[in-house]
């Protein structure tokens, strides 16, 4: 490495080739592989891009799960019954251990949770807008489950098919619970709506809140996605955002209208696609709260940040105490 | 941030399982906690009975480059194979 290059220039100029040749190769073999729908596995070549994209997806969906756990948790002490309260503190454990298998499988790309942590706190790393918007009353918790936990299944079911191994495996965990938050949050808003009209107007008020951005947790449209086309291309991405949105207004709406709630005006169906049209999205809005100036991202930052800070000396406490513990079982 | 602590992997044989299984990992300042933390994030659903967590750095894996090598003979040895020899139906059931 401290030598001096004694190569004639052709020899370099032919090793710099097959360098590219073989980086060439690589992507071909890798791409084949993507192609015949086999995983890749930790161990496995890939290219950097397929390695830095799959980490930046992946820690933001598992900050957004930590991120997540805080809108709920404001209701935890004033759910209206003991045995929501319990759901709802079940329902926060899960997201807790969804953050913790995403945190695990992004790991294997070789990067350290710590690190992912410290992007989250500086800000360098997003988690998923919907989180940023408040929870006003007991019925956004409902709304939140059926709506927010909704779309994110609507997202991750095909996640589970993803070409990358371990992300694959963690969503087919986090599916599986997933669907206990939404069937309870639909049930919490059923039971609402055949209370009091004080209650009706409750789960009203919150879908008409929160519908519109859980339509833009699938992202920005299609025509405006930086990464879509190569990450389909890798299969990180089985369909589009504006496909999978599309889907979930087509199985939410029916729902709403069970559940006896006003649909917004725009919202209506096409009998010539068999789909529901439902007019364009305030982008503007999406993009100022992806910018950090949505109603509570600064509430959650601080109470991120509060916590680890304020966690510091647990942590070294815990450590302390292993260290202790080891050195014990060594001299004994 | 200090102290992320160890990267532990879970191993969890489940109610009828005959085996451990990898099911993932977690983050843990010693062995203890590691199982405490598994139980709660693995088992929540009464998926298992055993648990096994194992500090990450322990674990040799081996090179995909070289899975020709490794695996490859398992399919062209035929012969070691039960299916592969013919015995007569007379003998019965072997």
């Known amino acids: 490495m401290y030598t001096t290059d004694l190569r004639t220039a052709e020899e370099k100029a032919k090793a710099a080739k097959d360098?590219?040749?073989v980086a060439e190769e690589g992507m071909a073999e890798f791409q084949a592989r993507i192609d015949r729908d086999e995983f890749i596995e930790p161990k496995d070549w890939m290219p950097e891009g397929y390695r830095k994209t799959?980490?930046?997806q992946m820690s933001q969906h598992a900050?957004?799960?930590?991120?997540?756990?805080h809108p709920e948790g404001n209701w935890v002490t004033r759910a209206p019954t003991l045995k929501r309260k319990l759901i709802l503190i079940a329902k926060i454990q899960d997201e807790a251990g969804h953050g913790l298998y995403l945190y695990s499988a992004a790991e294997t790309l070789g990067v350290s949770r710590e690190e992912l942590v410290r992007q989250l706190h500086a800000g360098e790393a997003k988690y998923s807008t919907i989180f940023n918007y408040p929870t006003m009353n007991w019925a956004d918790v409902g709304a939140v489950g059926w709506l927010v936990d909704g779309a994110a299944i609507t997202n991750q079911i095909p996640l589970c098919r993803c070409s990358y191994g371990p992300y694959a495996r963690a969503m087919t965990r986090v599916c599986k619970e997933e669907s206990f938050h939404q069937r309870q949050g639909y049930e919490a808003l059923l039971e609402m709506m055949k209370g009091t009209d004080e209650q009706k107007k409750m789960v009203q008020d919150a879908?008409?809140?929160l519908f519109w951005p859980a339509l833009m947790m699938f992202g920005p449209p299609d025509s405006d996605s930086a990464h879509s086309s190569q990450n389909m291309a890798w299969k990180i991405k089985r369909f589009s955002n504006d496909e999978l949105r599309q889907r979930f207004v087509d199985a939410t709406i029916p729902q709403a209208e069970f559940l006896g709630l006003k649909i917004p005006e725009q919202i209506k169906w096409n009998e010539e696609t068999g789909h529901y049209d439902f007019g364009e999205l305030d982008w503007d809005e999406f993009w100022d709260v992806v910018k950090g100036n949505g109603i509570s991202n600064d509430d959650r930052m601080n109470a991120r940040n509060e916590a680890l800070e304020d966690g510091a000396w647990v942590r070294e406490a815990a450590a302390a105490y292993a260290e202790k513990q080891r050195a014990k079982s060594k001299a004994a | 941030m200090q102290n992320d602590w160890d990267l532990y992997e879970v191993f969890i044989r489940s109610k009828r399982g005959l085996s451990?299984?990898?099911?993932?990992?977690v983050h843990?300042?010693?062995g203890r906690m590691a199982i405490e933390n598994a139980r709660d994030l693995y088992t929540r659903r009464s998926e298992g009975e055993s648990i096994w967590v194992i500090p990450a750095?322990?674990?040799?894996a081996s090179d995909p480059a070289e899975g020709d090598a490794l695996f490859g003979p398992a399919q062209d040895k035929v012969y070691r194979h039960p299916t592969f020899y013919d015995i007569p139906k007379e003998v019965g059931k072997m």
């Open chain 2, 57 to 60: 750095k322990e674990i040799v």
């Open chain 1, 207 to 209: 879908f008409d809140r």
């Open chain 1, 54 to 56: 799959l980490i930046r």
């Open chain 1, 63 to 69: 900050h957004s799960e930590i991120v997540g756990m």
């Open chain 2, 28 to 30: 843990a300042a010693d």
């Open chain 1, 19 to 21: 360098e590219i040749k």
């Open chain 2, 20 to 25: 451990h299984k990898h099911v993932g990992s």
